[in-house]
């Protein structure tokens, strides 16, 4: 049968190591509970190994280890795969869930959504047809029309799970655009593309919205001209009167109003705008109301602090993000619609995909509703978690962190060498470190303090400018982040402040002499 013995074991090892035994498969089981439960361990030992948020490692220092890989040269097996990725990756990635990370908006993640990752990678559903993920559409549907629910909407409501806000950001810009052109200008954009009036249309903004409204109307064709931001009030918020000038003003100069934005839960300040307001002027001026919503959305969560979000029902659209406030792994997050017959304006039907056929039918076609086609059934971790948790529990983590901040806020007040900038309705807070009869450039100082604690990577804030001056800030998301840690974050704070204050009056000392 073996003309050699080199052929005989070549069969020997063809039938005890399969050549495909990399791909999932029912006969590949035990080389998938292998290289998962590999895995497992290396994510225990980033647990365990990481006593602060960060490395503190720099690119020049990292950058050179990845000269060596060659990726036709592989490793025979994970624990070689793994100690490579440690080196390269685990031993400095930011640990969003330590105490002491309080820069962005990065939340910790809840256990049921990181169990349902495995499943949602390893069945790997695409949520954009019926006839590609079944019970996936269904459930996706279903948190839809809870999270709706929640917001205030009627049955009419709808939605779809996007990449993150930005994503929906657009499509409620998209919306916005498009529902204007067809209902005042029957154009229809979709099929014609923009009309003549487009360069007039206009958004409104406040000056503190994020900044992908702007990006937003770039791609959408509208220029970022077309965004107009409103200045705020004292508290950080979209001030109502000034946008009415400002519609006003467009108007007289041969502009077109299309849309008005509302944020609740500012980046920089966690300040919600008067939407209930906002509403009332875009009724006015005859405007799509889009809610971004990324940040604040967890107050949907809480009873104790859900009025700050009244007026969010009235929006035509509102953007969601899941993976910042409601504890979900990126990517997680919402767009939702006041009325599903909104999502006409975006549909389009392939034969070999989603059919009209198919709406006859009644076979629910995700896709219809996204801007994406191939999806992640990133609804099953919420679905786990919801399941597992309840909204109850979520939202008492989302009262610690309000009430945190706020006691973070008056630890600052009350302390005379920090100045802070705003009272938050949520959980940011701009500040900096300004010790009294303080001679130096105190932006320098605070930029200082901030890059000397990220290269020692023992607490992690963020740094923003207001009014051209750059400030520290505070974004808890955290619920195990404590008063006292926070305490301890302050004493670094000072005491980089108060070694950048040393350093310039050495170099002080050095030039006088």
Same mark, same amino acid.
């Given at each position: ?17 399969? %050549? ?43 950058? %050179? ?30 640990? *969003? ?51 709706c629910d929640q917001v205030g909407y009627s049955k009419k409501a709808d939605g779809i799970f996007t990449s993150g806000g930005t994503q929906s950001n657009l499509m409620g810009l998209l919306l916005a655009r498009d529902h204007y052109s067809i209902t005042?200008?029957?154009? !229809?954009?979709?099929?014609?593309? @923009?009309? =003549?009036?487009?360069?007039?249309? =206009? ?139 909104? *999502? ?10 989603? %059919? ?7 076979? %629910? ?11 992640? *059934? ?32 008056d630890l600052l007040h009350s302390d005379h060498d920090f100045e802070l900038m705003n009272e938050s309705d949520i959980s940011a807070l701009v500040f900096r470190y300004r010790p009294k009869n303080l001679r130096l450039d105190v932006c320098a100082m ?25 400030? @520290? ?24 402040? !108060?070694?950048?204050? =040393?350093? !310039?009056?050495?170099?002080?000392? *050095?030039? =006088?002499?």
């Open positions: 049968m073996f003309t050699s013995d080199l052929e005989k074991h070549e069969f020997i090892d063809f039938l005890t190591e399969s %050549p495909t035994k990399e791909i999932f498969h029912h006969e590949n089981e035990a080389e998938y509970l292998h290289a998962v439960g590999k895995v497992t361990q290396a994510v225990k030992k980033f647990l365990n190994n990481n006593q602060q948020p960060f490395s503190g490692i720099s690119p020049a220092k990292l950058r %050179p280890l990845f000269d060596s890989i060659e990726f036709e040269k592989t490793h025979d097996n994970y624990d070689a795969l793994l100690k490579e990725v440690e080196q390269l990756y685990t031993s400095h990635a930011v640990a *969003f869930h330590h105490p002491a990370y309080i820069a962005h908006l990065n939340c910790p993640i809840v256990i049921p959504a990181v169990a349902a990752e495995v499943m949602i990678s390893a069945i790997n559903s695409s949520i954009d047809t019926w006839d590609q993920s079944a019970g996936g559409t269904l459930i996706e549907q279903k948190l839809i029309e809870w999270t005042a200008l029957d154009h !229809n954009i979709k099929v014609e593309g @923009l009309p =003549r009036e487009a360069s007039r249309f =206009r958004i409104f903004v406040s000056e503190k919205a994020h900044f992908s409204i702007q990006k937003n109307a770039s791609l959408l064709g509208l220029g970022e001209n077309a965004v107009i931001k409103i200045k705020t009030d004292r508290g950080f918020r979209m001030n109502t009167v000034l946008l009415e000038d400002a519609i006003k003003r467009e108007i007289a100069q041969g502009n077109i109003p299309i849309a008005i934005v509302g944020t609740a839960g500012t980046t920089d300040f966690g300040n919600i705008d008067p939407l209930k307001e906002l509403a009332g002027i875009s009724k006015k001026y005859n405007t799509w109301f889009h809610i971004d919503a990324a940040y604040g959305c967890g107050l949907l969560l809480t009873d104790k602090y859900r009025s700050l979000l009244d007026g969010i029902e009235c929006a035509h659209s509102v953007t969601v993000d899941y993976h910042k406030s409601f504890f979900q792994p990126v990517s997680s997050s919402g767009f939702l619609v006041q009325d599903k017959n909104f *999502f006409n304006l975006i549909t389009h039907h392939a034969d070999y995909l989603n %059919p009209k056929d198919h709406d006859e039918d009644g076979l %629910p076609n995700q896709v219809n509703k996204s801007i994406q086609t191939t999806r992640r *059934f990133d609804a099953l971790k919420l679905w786990f978690t919801l399941r597992m948790m309840g909204r109850k529990k979520l939202g008492g983590y989302f009262d610690t962190i309000i009430e945190t901040a706020a006691k973070i806020a605070n930029q200082y303090i901030k890059k000397t604690m990220f290269n020692q990577g023992k607490a992690l804030v963020a740094g923003t400018k207001i009014n051209q001056q750059f400030y @520290l800030k505070f974004t808890l998301l955290n619920p195990l982040t404590t008063i006292s840690d926070i305490e301890n974050i302050i004493k670094i704070i000072k005491k980089h402040g !108060n070694e950048y204050v =040393r350093l !310039n009056q050495v170099s002080a000392d *050095f030039r =006088r002499n």
